[in-house]
């Protein structure tokens, strides 16, 4: 790692301390670091709340042991008085759209109960800025221990990518800051061992910014990216051929593609979590607000579109979704666009069917909703393009129904076809 300045001396060459990791949250965070942390050598025990769960980390554990030790429990009073607390729990958007940081605040309490002095309590959930320096900081030290004296105390924010081409924690390259140099030497002894590159930040809020920037600068260009791909479409151009185009400038552009909206567990959320402390200090970003905006109401565009192309009512209509999960190749509905979609031409009088092999047995998220084994063989009024599985053969997609409907942009021109 570069020498940046902002490690202390005497930190830079003492030793790693060798002992007891606990990861609080075993989800797609919290469990492939536990993973790491053990091949790295330290007695790892993983806790989770959900039963199911544990068992599922503990499945991942078995076969997968490295030079650590590696146990999942969903029992606090199994925990160990452990050196290196990681905190690895979902931030999601409670029903209002406001930030929930219940489950950090129970993260925080299951620290303080078993916290020993001079252990190490690292932020890895993503939170607003301040909340390491803040929520978190007042939590440790409600029984008397000082950050930075007797316990310490810093912030990793998570970069994971679920599915199958996520690069794991060791090749992500890992912010980090703290509200003291002690504690970041500290956290950085730790990380150093779980990932190759470890990036030292001047403070816990520079980390916080910097892990919302990356989502919202994401939730700014898929929203633009959506709304241009009808605007392409209308002067018949198809878009990812422009993206194509303009991806060759090899300074001043990311590609962006369109889709039915962004989904999961971050891009849709992380933004929230920003503009939330933006609004605090009087700064809101109008831009933010529309583009939030925009993704909440693209598969109103959607439905409007079909509804439009259908002779103006939904009512009786059979409407076939095909994918639900929120990106392709992951089983994952959270906040998945297809979802809403789906409930929404259900609440206009459709059919509304769904055919996915990613989701997985009964998901919760689509009660109510008729899935099918065999698109093929259902007369439908029109077919949705929701999520482009890997498994989808698009070349026959535009043979399912009369109309045809790609969000994505990735259906050859056809008569059938609408882009929306």
């Known amino acids: 790692m570069p020498d940046t300045g902002l490690l202390p001396d005497a930190a830079r060459t003492a030793p790693v301390a060798a002992g007891e990791v606990v990861v609080i949250g075993l989800g797609y965070v919290g469990l492939p670091i536990a993973l790491e942390a053990a091949a790295a050598g330290f007695a790892v025990t993983g806790f989770d709340l959900d039963p199911a769960a544990a068992r599922v980390a503990e499945a991942a554990f078995h076969g997968r042991r490295g030079a650590g030790r590696l146990v999942a429990t969903a029992d606090p009073r199994g925990l160990p008085r452990a050196g290196t607390w990681l905190i690895c729990v979902p931030t999601p958007l409670d029903a209002a759209g406001r930030p929930d940081l219940s489950l950090v605040t129970a993260a925080l309490a299951t620290c303080r109960a078993g916290l020993a002095r001079g252990a190490l309590v690292c932020l890895v959930s993503t939170c607003q800025p301040g909340a390491t320096n803040g929520m978190c900081r007042a939590a440790l030290e409600r029984d008397g221990m000082v950050v930075g004296r007797d316990i310490f105390l ?207 047995p009964a998901p919760q998220a689509l009660d109510g909703l008729r899935r099918v084994d065999d698109p093929a063989a259902e007369a439908v009024d029109a077919v949705i393009l929701g999520t482009p599985q890997r498994g989808f053969d698009l070349a026959r997609l535009a043979g399912l129904a009369p109309v045809v409907f790609d969000p994505f942009g990735l259906l050859p021109p056809d008569r059938r076809v609408r882009a929306v």
């Open 154 to 360: 810093a912030v990793s924010p998570e970069r994971e990518n679920p599915g199958a081409t996520s690069p794991g924690p060791r090749a992500t390259p890992r912010l980090l800051g703290a509200p003291d140099p002690v504690s970041l030497a500290r956290a950085h002894a730790f990380w150093a061992r779980i990932a190759d590159r470890v990036i030292p930040v001047a403070s816990a809020e520079i980390a916080e910014c910097a892990k919302l920037l990356e989502n919202t600068y994401r939730l700014v260009n898929i929203a633009l990216i959506d709304e241009l791909h009808r605007g392409f479409a209308a002067l018949g151009v198809p878009t990812r051929a422009v993206v194509e185009a303009a991806a060759t400038k090899p300074f001043g552009f990311a590609p962006f593609w369109p889709g039915a909206g962004a989904g999961g567990h971050c891009i849709p959320v992380d933004p929230a979590f920003l503009q939330m402390e933006l609004a605090r200090a009087g700064a809101a970003s109008s831009l933010l607000a529309a583009a939030a905006e925009a993704n909440r109401d693209r598969p109103a565009r959607i439905l409007a579109a079909v509804e439009q192309a259908l002779g103006g009512t939904l009512a009786g209509r059979r409407v076939l979704v095909l994918g639900v999960t929120y990106k392709p190749d992951v089983p994952d509905l959270r906040g998945a666009a297809p979802a809403a979609l789906l409930h929404a031409l259900a609440a206009r009088g459709a059919e509304a069917l769904w055919h996915d092999p990613m989701a997985g």
